[in-house]
């Protein structure tokens, strides 16, 4: 399989791909996204809106935008999510956090997993909203208001390698981990539609694949993007 605008990422194991620049993913004006990989699509909630930037991207308002799809993952297992994404508006404030992506379990008050910036940083929750850890805060470089990222998380039987810009950063091994029901883009928090810390900016294409993506891979898959985000 080859997606539209690009023809040159890894598909072995892609099983989600969104990506408002295709016409076969999104079409503006619409709440729903189609998956290009396979039949869970998702949907828009809340005003979530559309750029054309970037050849098409989706448009976020740090309020209560979000995106998000119905989708179980063992976070104990392999998988791999990559999301590129940029943020109109960032601070040193730790209170400030905004989400790039997020399981949940449907009911918990936090996360199951998830990925954000906080303090001008990148930090992972993995918890159920009483037994959360920090496992990853203070080991990645800052995050720019107005730069573009691509976001990857590649999961080996639990082990998380945590990679920015196809820059391997650091390998974690959480103390907790569940069986989402929901996977969103730009919020965490319980259920589908529900926000919290949202992403303030705009996501690009997002992928999910069944298995743990190799150093290897996951560079081709930033290379085979970089150029239409400036890179």
């Known amino acids: 399989m080859a ?7 890894v598909t072995d194991g ?5 990506d408002a620049a295709d016409e076969n993913s ?34 976020l308002d740090g309020s209560n935008d979000v995106i998000g799809m119905p989708y179980v993952q063992d976070t104990g297992g392999s998988f791999t999510v990559e999301v590129w994404a940029k943020c109109d508006s960032m601070t040193t404030d730790t209170s400030n956090r905004q989400t790039i992506f997020s399981f949940n ?9 998830d990925l954000e910036v906080w303090g001008d940083g990148l930090t992972s929750f993995n918890g159920d909203g009483s037994a959360y850890t920090l496992p990853i805060n203070g080991n ?10 691509c976001y990857t998380l590649s999961v080996n039987n639990g082990v998380q390698s945590w990679y920015k810009d196809s820059e ?13 029901a929901y996977f969103k883009l730009a919020s965490r928090g319980a259920g589908l539609s529900n926000g919290g810390q949202q992403w303030d900016g705009n996501i690009g294409p997002a992928k999910i694949y069944n298995r743990a993506l190799t150093a290897q891979e996951v560079l081709q898959n930033y290379n085979a993007t970089k150029t239409r985000f400036g890179l």
Do not use: C
């Open 168 to 180: 391997f950063l650091t390998e974690i091994s959480p103390t907790y981990t569940a069986t989402s």
């Open 140 to 149: 990645f470089k800052p995050v720019n208001a107005n730069d573009w990222h």
């Open 14 to 18: 892609l099983i989600f791909a969104v």
């Open 26 to 59: 999104y079409t503006s004006g619409s709440t729903d996204v189609f998956n290009l990989a396979g039949n869970v699509s998702a949907s828009l909630f809340n005003g979530t809106g559309y750029s054309s930037i970037n050849q098409g991207v989706f448009d």
């Open 105 to 113: 379990t449907g009911t918990q008050g936090y996360q199951l997993l």
């Open 3 to 9: 997606l539209h605008h690009n023809p040159r990422i």
